[in-house]
């Protein structure tokens, strides 16, 4: 049994996808979230439609070419079972051992080339874990692949997507059951408010 998907990506960012000028680090979170999510990636085929100019237009082209495409012929493929492909995306990627970084939490580089300073790994965090109180110098987009979180705006299950940016604050906590797995680009660095956060810093080397 899958749990419904509760957060999506906004329609600006299903957009920036369809028109290939979301960086690569983005990209790849959004579309592990549409390999979750029908309902997005049939609007992104229809932004995809409708944009074509605009990606000729776009100044910037990062997304791998076709990966799009890809995902949405697997979904026009088999249209009643897009989470059997959760991990496609990332076999076009080579992910790093997983490290361990603090109490219960463990972190593996994404090999997504770091540009602008935004860089892709993937975290797992076991159940109860309370991530340190952080704001963002920039966005930390993330996609839950596993398990759940929850924090103010609410709880986040396999596919929820949360987009997060420099004004909000974050005090995430890992829900009872499963460890929780997701995969997260992150522009800049994490501020951590607290002290025990600041002892950690070093630790998550964000
Ligand atoms: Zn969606």
């Known amino acids: 049994?899958?749990?419904?998907?509760?957060?999506?990506?906004t329609d600006e960012?299903?957009?920036?996808?369809?028109?290939?000028?979301l960086d690569q680090a983005r990209g790849l979170?959004?579309?592990?979230?549409?390999s979750l999510c029908a309902a997005c990636s049939r609007k992104v085929g229809r932004f995809e439609a409708i944009?074509?100019?605009?990606?000729?237009?776009?100044?910037?082209?990062?997304?791998?070419?076709?990966?799009?495409?890809?995902?949405?012929?697997?979904?026009?493929?088999?249209?009643?079972?897009?989470?059997?492909?959760?991990?496609?995306?990332?076999?076009?990627?080579?992910?790093?051992?997983?490290?361990?970084?603090?109490?219960?939490v463990r972190q593996r580089s994404v090999s997504v080339p770091e540009v602008s300073n935004?860089?892709?790994?993937?975290?797992?965090?076991?159940?109860?874990?309370?991530?340190?109180h952080h704001?963002?110098?920039?966005?930390?987009?993330?996609?839950?692949l596993e398990g759940a979180f929850e924090h103010q705006f609410g709880r986040y299950g396999p596919g929820d997507f949360d987009e997060a940016d420099e004004t909000?604050?974050?005090?995430?906590t890992v829900c009872a059951g499963d460890p929780c797995v997701c995969i997260v680009a992150l522009e800049g660095n994490i501020v951590l408010q607290?002290?025990?956060?600041?002892?950690?810093?070093?630790?998550?080397r964000l």
């Open 1 to 9: 049994m899958t749990e419904a998907i509760v957060h999506h990506p």
């Open 13 to 21: 960012t299903l957009a920036a996808f369809a028109s290939g000028t």
């Open 29 to 34: 979170v959004v579309l592990m979230h549409l």
């Open 51 to 104: 944009g074509g100019e605009l990606l000729e237009q776009a100044a910037s082209v990062s997304m791998e070419p076709g990966a799009l495409r890809n995902v949405l012929r697997l979904i026009e493929d088999n249209p009643s079972a897009p989470e059997t492909r959760l991990n496609e995306p990332l076999d076009h990627y080579q992910l790093g051992p997983w490290r361990w970084v603090g109490p219960g």
């Open 118 to 132: 935004i860089k892709v790994f993937m975290l797992k965090a076991a159940p109860g874990t309370r991530l340190p």
């Open 135 to 144: 704001r963002h110098d920039g966005y930390e987009w993330t996609c839950v």
């Open 168 to 172: 909000m604050e974050h005090k995430p």
């Open 194 to 204: 607290s002290r025990l956060g600041r002892i950690l810093q070093p630790l998550f």
